[in-house]
């Protein structure tokens, strides 16, 4: 644990200040009419609005927003990062290894990655590749067999020359909120899929949800402090929501914490709050007077 310690302490010294510095077109005529608003709630669920991009950009311009600041918010999307800050932080997440794959219009060959030889030599299929900057499982393949990488390799390429190659945890998924820094009723995905993927997330009727977890409490304890842990330690502010995987052994691993996760009426954030009888109105009510009473802090 003293390791872990001094690791944050050294990630917590690098410069994450997220790009851009200088910004331009859509990005800055919106910043200007932003002006004249006491508070931007940012509602951008994955992409520019949540990987850093706009916050700086409201940070630059002296504009308050809900959610967390552009350090944490790109720390977040970063997937290879964000894993190293659990290990550091002793939140169990899945073996993984980062690789940057080769630019040009050629088929990435998982066979020219020495590290990724390697792992697959300690680690057994099936795995899981997914872009290291995207969310919503946007660009993810679950690989069954070493014939189905060079495709897996090919689609994460699409959005992005980094990409994460991490064991597949089989199991429940679970996701837990943070609201400041209150875990809420831990949600349940049952997608119909076998991964909660985009259509499942996204197309009535494809996932069910189960508020709160029918969990043992050592176990529910024990997730919600992880995420309130990776909530703390990634400086995040306002509120998040930390997905995990539950494997059949009862051994819980992190996937990632999303800082700006979906926030329609019927999102998992607004449906662990109602379990606790904060509706949805009160809950955007709750956010904005968070982000007001942080108006102005550094």
Same mark, same amino acid.
Request: charged share 25%.
């Given at each position: 644990?003293?390791?872990?310690?001094?690791?944050?302490? @050294?990630?917590?010294?690098?410069?994450? !200040? &997220?790009?851009?510095?200088?910004? =331009?077109?859509? *990005?800055? $005529?919106?910043?200007?009419?932003?002006?004249?608003?006491?508070?931007?709630?940012?509602?951008?669920?994955?992409?520019?609005?949540?990987?850093?991009?706009?916050?700086?950009?409201?940070?630059?311009?002296?504009?308050?927003?809900?959610?967390?600041?552009?350090?944490?918010?790109?720390?977040?999307?970063?997937?290879?990062?964000?894993?190293?800050?659990?290990?550091?932080?002793?939140?169990?997440?899945?073996?993984?290894?980062?690789?940057?794959?080769?630019?040009?219009?050629?088929?990435?060959?998982?066979?020219?990655?020495?590290?990724?030889?390697?792992?697959?030599?300690?680690?057994?299929?099936?795995?899981?590749?997914?872009?290291?900057?995207?969310?919503? @499982?946007?660009?993810?393949?679950?690989? !069954? &067999?070493?014939?189905?990488?060079? =495709?897996?390799? *090919?689609? $994460?390429?699409?959005?992005?020359?980094?990409?994460?190659?991490?064991?597949?945890?089989?199991?429940?998924?679970?996701?837990?909120?943070?609201?400041?820094?209150?875990?809420?009723?831990?949600?349940?995905?049952?997608?119909?899929?076998?991964?909660?993927?985009?259509?499942?997330?996204?197309?009535?009727?494809?996932?069910?949800?189960?508020?709160?977890?029918?969990?043992?409490?050592?176990?529910?304890?024990?997730?919600?402090?992880?995420?309130?842990?990776?909530?703390?330690?990634?400086?995040?502010?306002?509120?998040?929501?930390?997905?995990?995987?539950?494997?059949?052994?009862?051994?819980?691993?992190?996937?990632?914490?999303?800082?700006?996760?979906?926030? @329609?009426?019927?999102?998992?954030?607004?449906? &662990?709050?109602?379990?606790?009888?904060?509706?949805?109105?009160?809950?955007?009510?709750?956010?904005?007077?968070?982000?007001?009473?942080?108006?102005?802090?550094?």
């Amino acid at each position: 644990m003293e390791s872990g310690r001094r690791v944050l302490e @050294t990630l917590h010294t690098l410069d994450y !200040e &997220a790009a851009p510095v200088v910004y =331009e077109g859509e *990005l800055a $005529a919106t910043v200007e009419v932003l002006q004249g608003f006491d508070l931007v709630f940012n509602a951008l669920h994955g992409g520019e609005g949540e990987d850093g991009t706009v916050q700086a950009a409201l940070d630059k311009a002296g504009i308050s927003y809900t959610g967390s600041r552009h350090q944490a918010s790109r720390l977040a999307m970063d997937k290879h990062t964000s894993k190293e800050w659990m290990v550091a932080a002793g939140i169990p997440t899945a073996p993984w290894i980062s690789l940057t794959l080769a630019e040009g219009p050629s088929v990435p060959r998982s066979n020219s990655y020495p590290e990724l030889i390697k792992f697959l030599e300690e680690y057994s299929f099936p795995v899981v590749v997914k872009p290291n900057h995207e969310g919503s @499982t946007v660009g993810l393949s679950i690989v !069954e &067999a070493p014939t189905e990488l060079d =495709e897996a390799l *090919l689609l $994460a390429r699409e959005f992005g020359p980094r990409a994460l190659v991490e064991t597949y945890i089989p199991g429940r998924e679970l996701t837990a909120a943070i609201l400041r820094q209150r875990p809420l009723p831990i949600v349940e995905i049952v997608p119909r899929h076998r991964s909660y993927d985009y259509e499942c997330k996204y197309t009535d009727g494809m996932s069910t949800y189960i508020v709160p977890a029918d969990l043992p409490l050592d176990i529910t304890v024990a997730v919600q402090d992880a995420a309130r842990r990776l909530y703390e330690n990634l400086d995040c502010r306002h509120y998040a929501r930390v997905d995990f995987r539950l494997n059949p052994d009862g051994q819980f691993f992190c996937l990632e914490l999303n800082t700006l996760p979906g926030m @329609t009426s019927h999102s998992l954030v607004p449906m &662990a709050a109602k379990a606790v009888g904060i509706s949805f109105t009160e809950l955007i009510d709750r956010i904005v007077k968070l982000a007001f009473t942080d108006k102005g802090s550094p």
